[in-house]
């Protein structure tokens, strides 16, 4: 018999096998080891996407209902507007899929979404398909106490957008053509961002795409050919906004927003450059300063004619943190020792630049050669996308943030009733996990005597047994990726790591039964799972061995 | 009757019944010419046991034959259960060689 038949369970992430809510097992087949997925928290959690391009994924949500029936109520026609139909061609070839406006010359014509709610000094996009029938006619769309975006309409289909601000807490989302024109629209979307994304049709309800509330992460972080389940703990990014344009102060610096293809794939990342030659020409974010505690702080950045972004300990004094991004090396030469430094290759010259530090206030200079100074030229400079600032000692994944404050991802767990799976006294449990360090509980097994895997101090694993108190297995320092299986029979539990059994085999109190609920990363640790077996019995050590090389 | 079925295969996967139809098969690039051989000797035996052909067609179709092994059934047959469920499965080739290696260890 192969693993495969004689495993209980086979939980698998490489086939990135789910959908919001759930993350599915192969084994069994009929459905009773899908895990529950949960992590609770809209539009806060990102992934590494497959290659080629490995962009990073958000999710996505079209804040407008109907969003291509003008002919709802929830569009209010004003000053003379009037639908003639869903009776033209769509940007797609779709026939009768996008609708003809009429204006009649009124000024301030318009159709109107009715009044959404959405965060002040939240960052918002609005895009929508516009054609007309013959000629150019100008309108505008957009917001007005915003500012509308005045655009120009040709007899080819164009997506016009624009972002904004919101300096208010309801939006009115409009068309407005002040002339006696036909024009024809299709597919409006209004969402969190600089940029508009794939166009998302919504009907009652918001439409929604990509890493939605509970959406299981499977990410090819690294250039991964295959995906692993991301499970990380909650994190808060204290950086308010993915715009650079609003509550960052600028010294000696200039930004151009949207200039250059960020690491998601779109037009969103921002061109930075030294407006005058000198020393700490650099960006912060005015009320970014958590001087106390540990912080870890990124940004993505590509090198453009300039090559040295540098992360300056405001305090320090000295030179800080160098990222060459042209070498993808960070050369630490703080006064004050950063605890953690790292270049994360992102692919298409862009590296997430990252550090940890106790105690910090922070800031980013533009620099010549890694030092403090820079030479400008009025447009030589680099691009930065998507900063981030946490509280704890490692990095974890981007939390997209444009609500002008702070969002919060919170932790990523997985959960069964596997009483089906397990109803014995004996099993071996199987992981393929990669796992960073964080004082916690990884795997909860309820009234199996209580099993828990515990991630201890100096990055160690080790098993215990609540109702004996007794650590039924030695500990071991978990390296960059480990295949584990432990197994248990009614006298003894044995451990195998990476092809040999660990430590001595411990003699049980009392036997572990009546396995119920298996919850995975409920103390809220970073793991990247890969493979997960439950089998009934205890394998033979000859089996460990090989299943654990 | 399916481990018999596997086992049959495992048979049929051995090397002394390729090259009996080669000449019939030339013109086949070598992973095509394999992959038809190895349907044709499961097609011929399975016939000499009076499988029906319709049988035959199903189980190829179901991906027990033809480019794969059980373990392509085992994925097929879950994915069209994620799908089912409204799920998706993003990388069967992925998931093909994890329970590929399961489904052949330990030797």
Redesign the interface.
């Known amino acids: 018999m ?4 004689d ?1 209980s369970l ?1 939980f ?1 992430p ?6 919001d809510g ?1 993350a ?1 097992s ?1 084994k069994p ?1 009929d ?1 009773t080891g899908d895990f529950t997925f949960s992590r609770g928290s809209n539009l806060a959690a990102t992934r590494v996407g ?1 290659g080629p391009d490995y962009f990073i994924e958000k999710g996505r949500e079209n804040l407008l209902t109907y969003s291509n029936d003008f002919s709802n109520s929830d569009w209010n026609k004003i000053n003379g507007l009037s639908v003639i139909g869903q009776t033209a061609t769509d940007p797609f070839g779709v026939a009768n899929n996008a609708w003809s406006l009429n204006f009649d010359g009124t000024v301030n014509g318009r159709i109107e979404k009715k009044g959404l709610s959405v965060a002040v000094n939240g960052v918002y996009n609005y895009s929508v398909y516009l054609r007309v029938a013959t000629g150019t006619q100008v309108a505008s769309i957009g917001h007005s106490s915003w500012g509308l975006t005045a655009v120009t309409i040709t007899t080819q289909w164009q997506r016009f957008e624009g972002f904004k601000v919101a300096a208010t807490n309801t939006a009115y989302i409009r068309v407005r053509c002040d002339d006696a024109a036909i024009i024809e629209v299709f597919g409006y979307q209004f969402e969190s961002g600089l940029v508009a994304t794939e166009y998302i049709e919504s009907g009652a309800t918001k439409g929604t795409a990509g890493i939605l509330e509970n959406t299981p992460r ?1 990410d090819y972080s690294n250039g991964a ?3 692993s389940l991301l499970l990380e703990p909650s994190r808060t990014n204290l950086v308010p906004s993915e715009y650079f344009g609003a509550g960052y102060t600028l010294s000696g610096a200039a930004i151009i927003n949207n200039n250059t293809t960020s690491p998601e794939g779109l037009q969103n990342a921002t061109k930075i450059y030294p407006t005058a030659s000198g020393n700490y020409k650099h960006i912060r974010y005015g009320s970014l300063n958590p001087s106390t505690g540990v912080h870890t702080f990124s940004i993505f950045a590509k090198a453009g004619e300039l090559d040295h972004l540098v992360l300056i300990d405001y305090d320090g004094g000295g030179v800080g943190v160098d990222f060459n991004l042209s070498t993808g090396v960070a050369n630490d030469s703080a006064s004050v020792a950063f605890d953690f430094v790292d270049m994360v290759d992102y692919g298409n010259g862009w590296y997430r630049c990252v550090a940890t530090a106790t105690n910090l206030r922070f800031y980013w200079i533009l620099s010549d050669n890694g030092g403090v100074s820079v030479t400008a030229n009025g447009t030589d400079g680099l691009y930065i996308y998507a900063a981030q600032a946490e509280a704890n000692a490692y990095p974890t994944s981007y939390i997209p943030n444009h609500s002008g404050g702070t969002i919060t991802r919170a932790v990523d767990v997985i959960s069964k009733d596997l009483t089906s799976v397990i109803n014995n006294n004996q099993m071996t449990m199987f992981l393929d996990v990669k796992s960073l360090e964080a004082i916690s509980t990884v795997i909860a097994a309820d009234n199996f005597g209580d099993l828990r895997w515990y991630h201890q101090a100096g990055n160690r694993f080790r098993f215990y047994k609540i109702d004996d108190a007794d650590w039924v297995t030695n500990s071991f320092v978990v390296n960059d990726g480990d295949k584990i299986a432990l197994t248990l029979t009614d006298t003894q539990a044995k451990l195998f790591v990476n092809g040999s059994q660990v430590g001595t085999t411990f003699a049980l109190t009392t036997s572990f039964q009546n396995f119920t609920n298996l919850s995975y990363n409920v103390g809220s640790s970073k793991n990247e799972l890969n ?1 997960l ?1 439950i089998f009934r019995t205890a394998l033979s050590d ?2 460990c061995i ?2 654990t090389t | 009757m399916r481990n018999q079925l596997i086992c049959w295969i495992e048979v049929l996967m051995e090397s002394r019944f390729w090259g009996k139809v080669v000449t019939a098969t030339s013109g086949l690039s070598s992973k095509r010419r394999k992959n038809k051989l190895y349907d044709t000797y499961i097609y011929k035996t399975y016939n000499s046991f009076e499988m029906k052909q319709s049988q035959f067609y199903y189980l190829l179709r179901r991906g027990l034959f033809g480019g794969g092994g059980i ?1 392509a059934k ?2 097929n ?3 069209a ?2 799908v089912a ?11 093909n ?3 590929k290696y ?5 030797s």
């Open positions: 192969s693993y495969f038949d495993a086979a698998l490489s086939g990135a096998a789910g959908k759930k599915y192969i087949t459905g497959p499977f050919s295959c995906p493979q077996l000859a089996d090989t299943l | 373990w085992y994925v047959d879950f994915k259960r994620v469920d409204g799920g998706t499965v993003e990388s069967t080739t992925c998931i060689a994890d329970v399961l489904t052949k260890n330990p």
